[in-house]
Nanobody, 114 residues
Framework: QVQLVESGGGLMQPGGSLRLSCAASGFAFSSAAMSWYRQAPGKQRELVAR???????NYADSVKGRFTISRDNAKNTLYLQMDSLKPEDTAVYYC????????WGQGTQVTVSS
């Protein structure tokens, strides 16, 4: 069955960096559009970044220039490099895959605080 397992979240000070990973299995990863979403307390889930099978990417305005999404098709793994973290980046981050159907991971908590 399809599995998306996120890792790499944690507590970081403002200005710091974290790298999230999403290990995928059970579907054709290289053909899927892969995304990172986040949901802060009391807010709706929002798209952070997306990478298509072609390698093209798009980002939310709030993270442009600070976050980088990438994928390793040989390892079936999606990444999100997060630099210059801000307190407003605090949220649960979810991995998302779209390949005929839509799949979600369980989420990983990112907290940015001094």
């Amino acid at each position: 069955q399809v599995q998306l397992v996120e890792s790499g979240g944690g507590l970081m000070q403002p200005g710091g960096s974290l790298r999230l990973s999403c290990a995928a299995s059970g579907f054709a990863f290289s053909s899927a559009a892969m995304s990172w979403y986040r949901q802060a307390p009391g807010k709706q889930r929002e798209l952070v970044a997306r990478i298509f099978s072609t390698g093209s990417t798009n980002y939310a305005d709030s993270v442009k220039g600070r976050f980088t999404i990438s994928r390793d098709n040989a390892k079936n793994t999606l990444y999100l490099q997060m630099d210059s973290l801000k307190p407003e980046d605090t949220a649960v981050y979810y991995c998302n895959a779209v390949r005929w159907n839509t799949y979600w991971g369980q989420g990983t908590q990112v907290t940015v605080s001094s």
